[in-house]
């Protein structure tokens, strides 16, 4: 299993672009969330997907938007990039939500840079 | 929404030593708590958790309290080694929503 994989590693962006962060999972999980880390503030929760189909907020959604079509991807997209986006972001899955929290699998991470 | 404070943000022992770190959690619901520890350019990795139906935890030198009634736990690191040296995240979660706490950055000096 190759577990939660990010791509790009790394993107530098221009202010106004948009791009997407891409995030797939081989275990079958049914959580998958998008969190940014920036020094000091922690892992902060952007979006969030307990399935197929289904997608919720966390507690920095505004200037992201994510879907889920599949179970294995939950891309990030960023519409018009500005600089207080430049974070390092991470994907993470978890097996089964219904149970109650379980442990977060996080991909590599993907560091991006708005000029 | 859930809000969690984690303190201190530094903390630095010998080797040896014990390590502790504090955070409280603002709602009540939630019913689980685990701990991550991150290396330098790396991912975050669970290293012990516990359920809100459980008052301690404990695996090898690590072990974690939580007291339900005052919302706070607590990682123990008992004889701390300068492969310990990390960053560590305390978390809460209710249902499907994991929230982190600010970090904090051990040092263990040889």
């Known amino acids: 299993n190759a577990g939660v994989t990010q791509t790009p590693k790394f993107q530098v962006l221009k202010t106004g672009q948009s791009m997407t962060l891409q995030c797939a999972q081989d275990?079958?999980?049914?959580?998958m969330s998008w969190y940014r880390q920036d020094p000091g503030m922690g892992l902060r929760l952007i979006h969030y997907?307990?399935?197929?189909?289904?997608?919720d907020q966390g507690e920095v959604p505004n200037g992201y938007n994510v879907s889920r079509s599949t179970t294995e991807d939950f891309p990030l997209r960023l519409l018009s990039a500005a600089p207080s986006q430049t974070s390092v972001y991470f994907c993470a899955s978890s097996y089964s939500w219904r149970q109650g929290s379980g442990e977060l699998f996080f991909g590599e991470g993907s560091r991006l840079t708005v000029l | 929404g859930e809000n969690v404070e984690q303190h201190p943000s530094t903390l630095s022992v010998q080797e040896g030593d014990s390590a502790v770190i504090k955070c409280t959690y603002s709602?009540?619901?939630?019913?689980?708590f685990p701990w991550y520890k991150q290396e330098l350019g790396k991912r975050p990795q669970l290293i012990i958790d516990?359920?809100?139906?459980?008052g301690e935890k404990k695996d090898q030198r690590i072990a974690v309290t939580l007291n339900k009634t005052a919302k706070h736990f607590s990682l123990h690191i008992t004889e701390t080694q300068p492969e310990d040296s990390a960053v560590y995240f305390c978390?809460?979660?209710?249902?499907?929503?994991?929230?982190f706490g600010a970090g904090t950055r051990l040092f263990v000096k040889a």
């Open positions: 709602d009540s619901a939630s019913n689980y």
């Open positions: 275990m079958n999980h049914e959580y």
């Open positions: 997907s307990v399935g197929a189909g289904i997608t």
């Open positions: 978390a809460a979660s209710k249902s499907f929503k994991t929230i």
């Open positions: 516990i359920r809100s139906n459980v």
